[in-house]
């Protein structure tokens, strides 16, 4: 069993940066895949980018490549996703999600956190 817990959203202007916490419990989460995905109103939930258990594979959404990054510490049970050069259109609330699978771009991940809502003024 694994609990998320996502921290670090808020407002941001146009071109600007906010990192993403997502830390987990438990003394396994080395062993997951992490994903980052986000839903805004209306629409359906999307892949962000996922990293994987040792944090050597990393993969992202081709509308964050080169603005985004995801990395993860181990040993503190977090994994993060630092937002560079945001944009009005990346309003939308972010989730983290584990699983012990490759699930990586799919909705398929067994652990959800609750989410951090990120709003990106233009």
């Known amino acids: 069993q694994v609990q998320l817990v996502e921290s670090g959203g808020g407002l941001v202007q146009a071109g600007g940066s906010l990192r993403l916490s997502c830390a987990a419990s438990?003394?396994?989460?080395?062993?997951?895949?992490m994903g980052w995905f986000r839903q805004a109103p209306g629409k359906e939930r999307e892949f962000v980018a996922a990293?994987?258990?040792?944090?050597?594979?990393?993969d992202y959404a081709d509308f964050v490549k080169g603005r985004f990054t995801v990395s993860r510490d181990n040993a503190k049970n977090t994994v993060y996703l630092q937002m560079n050069s945001l944009k009005p259109e990346d309003t939308a609330v972010y989730y983290c999600a584990a699983d012990l699978r490759y699930a990586w771009r799919s909705t398929n991940y067994a652990y959800w956190g609750q989410g951090t809502q990120v709003t990106v003024s233009s």
């Open positions: 990293i994987s258990w040792s944090g050597s594979s990393t």
């Open positions: 438990g003394r396994t989460f080395s062993s997951y895949n």
